[in-house]
Structures are given as C-alpha cells and as structure tokens.
C-alpha cells in the first residue's frame, strides 16, 4: 500500500463488519469482537481512515492497549497503513509521559523513580509489622496490593471492599491487610519512589485537581480508541473518563467471553455498560473468524455458550471463515508424567515431518503444570521456550549481542553479506553454527541470539542494500516497541499468558476438574471465568487441537480425577470421553477434592468464601455468640499476642476467634473441628481456650503462663 492511500483504498480489503468499524463516523463506538475476527485490522482502518479522510490529525490520536507488545503491532500496522504520529501506547506508558511531563508544573521538580517490583517494598512493609512470608506469599500479597489500588480503595476502605468481593490474602485477615497496606505506602514515602497504579492515580490526582492541565491533555487528544477493553479496570477507567472529559469521540473494542483477569481488577461492565453511558452509541459485532478451522470454532462455541444464559447475552458466535481442519482430539492418561511424555512424543513426530516448532504451543492452567512438560520435552529432544518470563530485549545474551552488532557497524564495509557478518559478531555473545543438544536456559539463549540472525537474512531480502547500522536501527526500533523477533522453539504457556497469540497446533493440558476448572474457584462467577478461560484456549488454535487429561497425579496414584466439567456438553464433538463416567458397583470415582455446600444460620444463604464457612454465617445476618466471651477470648488473644511480640493475628484470625465462640466447643476434639484451629495451635492454645469458654479469668490465665515461663527460665 502507498504511504498515502486513497481513503476508499482503506476501506477495500476488509469485511462487511469491519468496513463498518472504519467508516463509522467520529462518536462514541463499541466493538464487540470475537476471538480471531480481525478487531486490530478493524480498528487500525479505522485509524487510518479518519487520518486519510482529513477527519482526524494523527497526533490528536490516542490508542491505549493493555501490553506493549500489542502497542507495538498496532503502530506497525499503522505505519503500514501510511499513517505516522499516533501515539499506541499502554495505559501505564501514556500514564506515565504525561506524569513526566505535568509533574514540575503541578508538583514541582522531578517526578519519582518507579519501582521495577513491588517485592522488596513489601518484605519492608511486612517485616516492619513483624510478619514473615515466603517469596510465593510476598508476590500473592503485592497482587493484593495491586487489586487494592485499581480499585481505587485506601486501606481505610479496604477491608469492607474485600470482603464483599470475597478476597483472601495469604496468611492475613482483612484488617491485618489493610494494616500491610498502610505500611506498604510508608515504605514507598520513606524510599522516595511509586510504583506502577501509582503512575496512574498520580496522574488520575492531577488531572483532577488541575483543570488547565486537563484542558491541555482534551486539547491534545481528540480521539480515543481502547483495545481490549473487556479488561479495564476501575482506576484505568478513571483515567479514561479524564482523558476524554465531555468528549464522545471513543472507540472501544473487546470480547466480554475473553474476561480473564478479574482477580486483578479488570471488569467486563465497563464494556457492556458502554451504550448506556454513551446515549446513542453505535454497537458493531465482528464475528467471522479468520484464525481458526470450522472444527475448532464449533467446539469453542459449544463451551462457551454452555454458561449460564446471563453470560451468553453480551457474547459473539463465531463463523469460521477458514478451511475444514481435523475435529479436536481428546486423550485421557493414567498420570501427569504420561500425559507429558505422550504430549512430547507427539510433538516431536510433528516437528520430525516437517512441522515448525514455532506454530506449536502447550498450554496449562498453572505455571506449576510447566515442569513435566519441559522434562518431557528435553528427553525427546524438541526445543521449546517457557513464555511469560522476561522480556527478550532484556534478555543478557540479547544486549549483549546488540552491543557486539552496535559497535561492529562502524567497520562494516560490505565485504560479507549481511546475514553472515552478524553471526559472525553475535558469537561473541554465545551463538554457534550448532544448537546446543542440551534443553532449558541453554537451548533458549541460543534461541534467542539465533532469532537474531534469523532477522538479519529477513532484514536482507526484504533492503538488499541493508548493513549492520540498519541492522541495529531495526533492532532499537523493535525494542521501543517490544516488537521481539520470532524464536524458534515450542512454546509452553499459561492459558492467561496465551491471551492475544495464536498457532497453527495447540495441546491444551491438564484438561481435568480440580484444574480446568481451578479448585479454587468458588462461586458461579468464578466458574463462568474459568470456562472462559478454557474458550481462550481453544481460540488460540489455527488449525490442529489436541486437548488431554490425567487421572492421577503421579503413577501408581489413586485416580481421583475426572475430566473437566466444562467439556460435556461437546461430547458430540469430542466422543464420549468428554464425560465424566458414572461410578460402578464396587469402584467409587472421585473426583476433585470440593467444598462442602455450607449455607448460613440465620438466613440460609449459600457461603462461598472460607471466612464465611468458618463462621457460618454471611455478613449480612449478625453474629449470635455471647458478646462478652467474645471480649475474653479477645483479650486473652490480645495478651497471647503482646507476650509473644507478635500481631494478635497470628495467634487466632478473628473468623477463627469468631467461630470458637459461636460454636463453643466442650473439649479438644471439637475445638480441633474448628478451621484455622490447627494440631500445632491446639496443643499450645487449646488448654487456654477451653478454660475461658468453661468460665475461667483471661487475666489470671495470662499471668499464670508468664509465671511459668519465669519459673523456667530461672
């Protein structure tokens, strides 16, 4: 296409529903895209269409995406397209350019350094409460804190927001958090930094407070378009709704059946609320699928319109455009290893016929399931790359290797072709003719400087003429945009980190209950997330499907589990494997360990959280226990806690100090019934616990073990 197309040019390769997208004319705009249907062509036309028509300047442009690496594409397109000047960035990076830009007229000086990870902000914050967690513990909390803050709470507000949202931090009951929380922000003002929701609520402060800013930015900015905006959050909402003021001029674009992140925050009603905010708004709907085989679409529309008929409303059906594939296939193995050393074998058969190892993927539902599988796949000699790890310009054998090609080009004088010349610099940095025989960390350095060179001979065909300085040119562009170069090698992802990728053959594993769906999921919403994250999945699949499950975790095990739930309703497609069989006489089948239905005392409510259960009763319905056994209990934990220097917490969380008193068990065994009464805290509390339920003085207990603990120290 020529740098400056026709504007009807535009329009010509695209679709009915797409064509629609693009012509719209400015105003308020809701794609509702399904998986595979173009909605990046859709909406980067679109793009190029206000620019080419004269509608709209580029640099009055903003396009914000939730990854850099869409970001990237998008800008690529858009140059491809002939238009320059659109900013396409994530909200956190347009966030944070306006920061730096606005912070020494609204603040004065320079704005703050972000920090990289929260982690270590977070060991200070806890270790300053005198709290110790593991590095698994300390991630889930700094996830906490993140939820916390896109939604807007302060640590005043919360533990009454978690609880109606059913969170659980690990090791910490809600006021024990929100305390985390505070400290957390001490921690930050002491070291002088923010971290990442920070750029955006700082830049939300500003916007707010200083109306001539806010009019600058409207001023910049006249046209809005979102991607994936199924996933927004409250505070990148926030953000938006600043951005935009009393403009209308906003293109949103999602897929209410790809909401996967909804323990981090993002909700789909800002999408589905979309019309109702914006009177008048036009509503458009891609739904023909150019990714995947009719065979593939069949089963994933199958599995997700097999939820509740609330979530079906708002979803795309696709219609797949593409040619007939194989019907997916479903294998049941005895235990993990075998599922993992089949799905490797099979792998491997494909890449020995000719099969690039690049258009493969493996994905599980847990980062945890990713060792078997790069076990199995090392015995049998394929090469693979664990995605979701780090970035591949930042990647050390990547700068270092850039760093070799930077400073070869002053001395490059065309004597070798350009993709022989950059071999021969990038082995300095660990690259060779051979791949190495050996898997993990190894086999993926290579790869990486491998893609490199494979760039280099692409970057040739396509300019003859080219160098290593257009080398080089290419390779700082690709990095601003975090445009990495394809490498070799089977993938192995999360269904989460797989969002937004796509491959020719996909083996989705460990398609079991207990897994897909997740244990943990309580609640219909829970589930109804995970069956959606199951249709990611299989969305992601171009033409081959090979979905497969274990009965046991290890050999030899029990076989306890069963094949996922959501997979019945496709038993038609996927053969009578797909469902669960019923027990036989003499054989008990069962399945994944599943919490007891629980319903509360007072008004019969089903309790879905482990808090609730452990008391056995909702919010809603007040407690029932004698108030003032309750305030024994309390200052004998309060005391407990004082003499041992530690949070009152630790000793009883206050579900379990509640359910101890609702309950008021007569002897150990009963008290041992009560979660979060474990073996080790019933031999040090159990004693104490029952005597003041029997009547005994807390204060008397209290002085009495710090008497015998002088007695034996002395």
């Not at 994936?228 to 906003?250: F, I, P």
């Not at 054998?397 to 070798?416: H, I, N, P």
Request: aromatic share 6%.
């Amino acid at each position: 296409m020529s740098a400056s197309p026709h504007p009807d040019d535009i329009l010509d390769r695209l679709d009915p529903e797409q064509r629609e997208v693009a012509s719209a004319p400015p105003g308020p705009l809701c794609v509702l895209a399904g998986a595979g249907t173009g909605k990046t062509r859709a909406i980067t036309h679109r793009i190029a269409y206000a620019v080419h028509s004269g509608v709209q300047q580029p640099q009055r442009i903003l396009a914000v995406t939730f990854t850099a690496r869409a970001a990237g594409e998008m800008r690529t397109r858009l140059r491809s397209l002939g238009v320059h000047g659109v900013q396409a960035r994530t909200f956190h990076a347009a966030a944070l350019r306006q920061l730096h830009y606005f912070w020494p007229q609204a603040i004065g000086g320079a704005a703050p350094e972000v920090m990289s990870v929260k982690a270590p902000a977070v060991a200070e914050a806890a270790s300053r409460l005198r709290l110790q967690f593991d590095r698994t513990a300390i991630r889930d909390l700094a996830a906490e804190i993140e939820w916390s803050k896109v939604n807007l709470l302060t640590p005043q507000s919360y533990a009454a927001a978690a609880r109606a949202a059913r969170r659980e931090p690990p090791g910490l009951d809600l006021t024990a958090m929100a305390r985390l929380l505070e400290a957390y922000e001490d921690v930050k003002a002491a070291r002088g930094v923010i971290d990442f929701e920070d750029v955006l609520l700082l830049t939300v402060g500003i916007l707010e407070e200083r109306e001539d800013i806010a009019r600058t930015v409207r001023g910049q900015y006249r046209q809005f378009v979102v991607d994936e905006y199924q996933d927004v959050n409250a505070l990148q909402q926030r953000l938006l709704d600043l951005w935009l003021g009393d403009g209308s001029d906003v293109t949103v674009v999602g897929d209410p059946a790809q909401t996967i992140y909804s323990f981090t925050g993002a909700s789909p009603q800002h999408l589905l609320g979309f019309a109702g905010r914006f009177p008048g708004a036009r509503t458009v709907r891609l739904v023909r699928n150019y990714r995947s085989s009719p065979q593939i679409i069949k089963l994933a529309n199958t599995v997700i319109s097999s939820g509740p008929a609330a979530g079906r409303g708002a979803s795309v059906r696709l219609t797949a455009q593409g040619d007939a594939g194989p019907t997916p296939v479903l294998s049941a193995h005895a235990d993990d290893p075998a599922e993992a050393a089949a799905v490797a074998e099979h792998i491997r058969e494909l890449v020995a016929g000719g099969h690039p190892a690049a258009e493969i993927a493996v994905l599980f539902r847990t980062n945890g399931q990713s060792e078997a599988f790069e076990s199995a796949l090392a015995t049998a000699g394929v090469p693979y790359l664990v995605r979701g790890g780090e970035r591949f310009f930042s990647r050390k054998e990547v700068r270092d290797a850039v760093l070799l090609l930077r400073g070869a080009a002053r001395s490059d004088d065309g004597s070798k072709p350009l993709g022989h010349i950059t071999r021969d610099v990038i082995s300095g940095a660990g690259w060779s003719p051979d791949p190495p025989t050996s898997g993990g960390a190894t086999r993926e350095r290579w790869e990486s400087l491998n893609a490199l060179a494979s760039l280099s001979d692409d970057l040739g065909r396509a300019a003859p003429d080219a160098r290593l300085p257009e080398l080089v040119a290419e390779l700082d562009r690709r990095a601003a945009e975090q445009h990495a170069p394809a490498v070799q090698g089977v993938t192995l992802a999360s269904l989460h980190a797989a969002k937004g990728l796509e491959w020719d053959t996909v083996f989705l594993v460990g398609a079991s209950d207990g897994l897909i769906p997740i244990s943990l999921a309580e609640g219909i919403e829970a589930l109804e997330e995970e069956r959606r994250l199951l249709y990611v999945g299989i969305t992601r699949a171009r033409r081959q499907l090979f979905l497969s499950w274990a009965s046991a975790r290890n050999p030899g095990g029990r076989a306890s589990r069963r094949v996922s739930r959501f997979l019945a309703p496709a038993e038609a497609i996927l053969g009578s494997g797909a469902r669960a069989a019923a027990s036989t006489p003499g054989r008990v089948r069962r399945g994944p360990k599943v919490a007891a239905v629980v319903h509360c005392r007072g008004c019969g409510a089903e309790l879905t959280t482990a808090a609730h259960r452990k008391t056995g009763r909702c919010d809603e319905c007040p407690p029932d226990y004698d108030e003032a056994l309750f305030d024994r209990l309390r200052a004998w934990r309060l005391g407990v806690a004082k003499g041992a220097g530690v949070p009152a917490f630790v000793v009883f969380t206050d579900a379990t100090l509640t359910a101890i008193a609702e309950r008021e068990p007569a002897d150990e065994a009963q008290l041992a019934t009560i979660s979060g009464v474990g073996a080790r805290k019933l031999g040090q509390y159990g004693p104490d616990v029952l005597a003041i339920l029997r009547g005994a003085d807390p204060q008397e207990l209290l002085e009495n073990a710090s008497r015998t603990a002088e007695s034996v120290e002395s």
